[in-house]
């Protein structure tokens, strides 16, 4: 029991230490943003208030929480220090809510406002930035509760259950996960939204609606259609969806407009969907695959068995 609290005891130090090393970098780099963007900006009133609120968010109270957390770090007041940190960890999921805004908003600046546009260029080459642009510094605050978690997780697996700090860590540690997951959720919903912007822009037409709240993207890829009568083999790129499969043909490569779109030809809804591998169990080339609806069924086949087995694993999990 001793030698397992001295292993312990090496692995929180070493812990701690590392969190306190890389508290104070994040600190610094924080300390750029707020010093030499957010406070001199409000001074010269170069951005309208809203503007600056847009861009930089809660990055000034982050700032504060951080340095607060490094003060009680240095003074070794590890369950204190992370317990406080607690009371501000929101901020971050407030912080990536508004980041795909204050991006925006940046690039819009940029683009409209000389003497921001100056003023930005200015600044990044201070000797202190060191090369880095504004645009790498904005990520740091969701890069950063990443690593939290894994600090946290550490420090708690490495503290015995019957101690006094153990509480306060695991409690650390549960509010931090669930900020880490929101933030995961926040992100996950972005690039879903991406996927089903570009999979919209590809089609031909307005006539299919992929935007469509609640849907989500799962795959794509071409695939064989095997006709019901004996006519040759169909090349047909197809979209899954969480509720629905779509099936297109590129357009004709001449034509002015969507020489580079894809007719949707089918969408069939995956409720009432039954999928079913035909061929492909075996280590054969390929496989074929039957989805059945109600007033159709459908053969898809691919001679890469490792794609058809992957479809067929989307394809069940979606109609589940």
């Not at 510094?137 to 969701?142: A, E, N």
């Amino acid at each position: 029991v001793e030698e397992q609290r001295a292993r312990w005891e090496r692995k929180r130090s070493r812990t701690a230490k590392e969190l306190l090393e890389t508290e104070h970098k994040y600190v610094e780099q924080l300390d750029l943003v707020v010093t030499f963007f957010v406070t001199i900006l409000k001074a010269k009133g170069t951005l309208k208030p809203a503007v600056l609120e847009t861009i930089f968010g809660r990055l000034e109270s982050i700032y504060s929480a951080s340095h607060v957390l490094s003060l009680h770090l240095e003074r070794g007041n590890l369950a204190s220090g992370l317990e406080n940190f607690c009371q501000n960890v929101e901020l971050y999921g407030h912080y990536a809510e508004n980041l795909e805004q204050a991006n925006k908003t940046l690039k819009e600046q940029l683009r409209k406002n000389k003497s921001f546009r100056r003023f930005k260029k200015l600044q990044e080459n201070r000797p202190q930035f060191q090369g880095r642009k504004l645009e790498d510094l904005l990520p740091l605050p969701l890069q950063r509760l990443h690593q939290y978690k894994h600090f946290f997780r550490d420090l708690l697996e490495n503290t015995s259950p019957d101690s006094a700090e153990y509480q306060k860590l695991a409690k650390a540690v549960k509010c931090i996960s669930e900020v880490s997951r929101w933030v995961q959720d926040i992100t996950d919903n972005r690039e879903n939204s991406l996927q089903l912007l570009r999979v919209q822009k590809l089609l031909k037409g307005q006539k299919t609606q992929v935007l469509t709240p609640g849907r989500w993207y799962i795959r794509e890829g071409w695939l064989l259609v095997v006709p019901s009568k004996g006519e040759e083999l169909k090349c047909r790129m197809f979209f899954l969806f969480s509720d629905i499969l779509i099936a297109t043909k590129p357009c004709h490569p001449l034509h002015p407009l969507n020489s580079n779109k894809l007719a949707c030809q089918a969408v069939y809804p995956l409720h009432q969907c039954v999928v079913d591998k035909v061929f492909g169990h075996t280590q054969s080339q390929g496989g074929l695959l039957s989805l059945s609806f109600p007033h159709k069924t459908l053969l898809l086949m691919s001679s890469d068995q490792q794609d058809i087995n992957d479809w067929y694993r989307s394809l069940t999990a979606a109609v589940r």
